[in-house]
């Protein structure tokens, strides 16, 4: 009756333990070679998600929030490069045209977007919420890029219009660098970051 007991106390703890969130190394699947060409799984380990989980914690706002975002983001792709061929991927589509590993938009819109959710789930994002990747063009999608919204304040009454939405375009720089932020009306006229 004892062991049944023990076995009973076991069971119950771990499946607690797995309904408050205890959680272990996190598995994202990266796109690159065009289009999603290609995709691997790479695995963050429980240390480096808790590590930028840390660095998430110091954003005491929402511009605070994207810088480390931007920072953040760059350390996953590094982390990634570690596991997969995007190590080799640069800003933009020329300077690694070929090479095995390279990433259009369309890999960093959706790779970017699933690092996001990564977070997200994690709560390392308090002032933003992940939206479906945004395109440009003027008839039809140029290019591709993940996007965050700015969460409406609490004590702002609903019938405010009060939508902040920003790009996070990793595409623009190389793998392991700051992925920029840009507002998304800003980006949609064209605008790029000055990388």
């Given at each position: 009756?004892l062991?049944?007991?023990?076995?009973n106390?076991?069971?119950t703890?771990l499946?607690?333990?797995?309904?408050?969130?205890?959680?272990?190394?996190?598995?994202?699947?990266?796109?690159?070679?065009?289009?999603?060409?290609?995709?691997?799984a790479?695995?963050?380990?429980e240390q480096?998600?808790?590590?930028?989980?840390d660095?998430?914690r110091?954003?005491?706002?929402?511009?605070?929030?994207?810088v480390?975002l931007?920072?953040v983001?760059?350390?996953?792709?590094?982390?990634?490069?570690?596991q997969s061929?995007?190590?080799?991927d640069?800003?933009?589509?020329f300077d690694?045209?070929e090479?095995p590993g390279?990433?259009?938009?369309?890999?960093?819109?959706?790779?970017?977007?699933r690092?996001?959710?990564m977070l997200?789930?994690r709560?390392?994002l308090?002032?933003?919420?992940?939206?479906?990747?945004?395109?440009?063009?003027?008839?039809f999608?140029t290019h591709?890029?993940?996007?965050i919204?700015?969460i409406?304040p609490?004590?702002m009454p609903a019938e405010?219009?009060?939508?902040?939405?920003?790009?996070v375009?990793?595409?623009?720089?190389?793998?392991g660098e700051?992925?920029p932020?840009?507002?998304?009306?800003e980006?949609?006229?064209?605008?790029?970051?000055?990388?």
């Amino acid at each position: 009756m004892l062991r049944n007991c023990l076995r009973n106390a076991l069971c119950t703890a771990l499946l607690w333990l797995a309904a408050t969130g205890v959680q272990a190394e996190e598995s994202v699947s990266v796109c690159f070679n065009y289009s999603c060409a290609e995709e691997q799984a790479v695995v963050f380990s429980e240390q480096q998600v808790a590590q930028v989980q840390d660095v998430m914690r110091k954003a005491e706002t929402s511009e605070q929030e994207r810088v480390l975002l931007s920072l953040v983001l760059g350390q996953l792709y590094a982390w990634a490069g570690q596991q997969s061929p995007i190590a080799a991927d640069r800003g933009g589509n020329f300077d690694d045209d070929e090479v095995p590993g390279r990433m259009d938009c369309i890999d960093h819109s959706t790779t970017t977007t699933r690092l996001l959710r990564m977070l997200d789930r994690r709560g390392a994002l308090n002032f933003h919420r992940v939206l479906e990747p945004a395109w440009r063009g003027l008839f039809f999608p140029t290019h591709y890029s993940a996007q965050i919204e700015v969460i409406r304040p609490f004590m702002m009454p609903a019938e405010t219009e009060y939508i902040q939405r920003f790009v996070v375009d990793s595409w623009f720089v190389a793998n392991g660098e700051p992925a920029p932020v840009l507002p998304l009306d800003e980006w949609m006229e064209g605008g790029d970051p000055d990388v």
